[in-house]
């Protein structure tokens, strides 16, 4: 309206949170991204595998009973659950989770950039810590709901089916589902952000997230073998990866590298993705 009439007054309604504020941001995102029928469908049926290992569980349960009842007694269950049937779950649902942020995660950034939409979200009492958040809290929900929710439900069964003394005793598989889903989807979520805003076109920065992860396992094997050397896995975001989850679950299966230098090395990987976000994100951009 025109200045002149002085008819305008500043907005009186409520005011959103400033600690909520990033929550904008997912909420519609979600809202466009489930009206793709191919996304729903992936993301329904990456539930799938959960309910898999819930029979198998129920399975390992009754299967004995059913050797009573038909006079086998002393029979043993073919399906062992222990830390390893909890790891191979995870696997599972890592994969899943990668898959599904290889197609989500390249476009949370690149479209706004591409559309230099970025300056209206910082023009606002919005922050570029509060973006990113934002960006990644798309991701970092889905991907619980793919990952550690549905494993914590998975250990739950377990426990119920087992007793008090199972679940006093295995406490700590419980923490190796919520710590090793959480780390794998912060490493993913950062990499997607990170690739989203560097590479605008959506295909290459999918491509370059698949690449990241493929192409550096024949390469780290390149490494070994050239200069005969053990330590080339540690630019293998994957094997760091296996490597701190064989430790949380107590999986001893035998690593080319220690733990420890696998957390150091994934920790560089968050900070080198923080970076390239820090670098990219402006309110203006000075084009030569």
């Given amino acids: 309206m025109a200045v002149y009439k002085r008819s305008y007054h500043g907005y009186s309604g409520p005011m959103t949170a400033a600690w909520s504020r990033f929550t904008i941001i997912p909420r519609y995102v979600y809202r466009d991204l489930f009206h793709s029928k191919i996304v729903t469908a992936f993301f329904v049926a990456a539930f799938l ?13 009754s299967l004995p009973h059913l050797a ?4 086998q007694r002393g029979a043993d269950s073919p399906i062992t659950i222990n830390s390893t049937f909890f790891l191979v779950f995870l696997n599972f649902q890592s994969v899943l989770a990668f898959i599904f942020t290889a197609f989500v995660g390249p ?42 929710i549905p494993g914590l439900i998975l250990f739950g069964v377990q426990a119920t089916l087992e007793g008090g003394q199972w679940l006093i005793q295995n406490l700590w598989l419980a923490w190796a589902l919520f710590a090793g889903s959480w780390i794998w989807i912060l490493i993913l979520s950062l990499m997607a952000l990170a690739l989203s805003a560097w590479v605008k ?16 396992a024949g390469f780290t094997d390149a490494i070994n073998k050239i200069l005969d ?36 090395m994934l920790a560089l990987i968050c900070t080198a993705c923080l970076w390239l976000l820090y670098r990219k994100l402006r309110a203006i951009e000075v084009v030569p």
Wanted: proline residues 5%; positive net charge; glycine residues 6%.
């Fill in 49 to 61: 595998p959960p309910v898999v290992f819930i029979f198998l569980v129920y399975l390992a349960h």
């Fill in 68 to 71: 009573q009842l038909l006079g």
């Fill in 107 to 148: 476009g949370l950034v690149s479209r706004d950039l591409a559309n230099r939409a970025l300056p209206l979200y910082l023009c606002r009492p919005f922050s570029r810590a509060e973006y990113v958040l934002g960006k990644m809290s798309v991701l970092l929900i889905l991907l619980s709901l793919i990952t550690w």
């Fill in 201 to 216: 076109w959506r295909i290459a920065a999918g491509a370059l997230l698949l690449a990241v992860f493929f192409v550096s």
């Fill in 229 to 264: 050397v053990r330590w080339g896995k540690l630019f293998n975001p994957m094997y760091l990866l296996l490597t701190i989850w064989r430790e949380l679950f107590h999986v001893n299966e035998g690593s080319d590298i220690s733990a420890s230098s696998a957390w150091i």
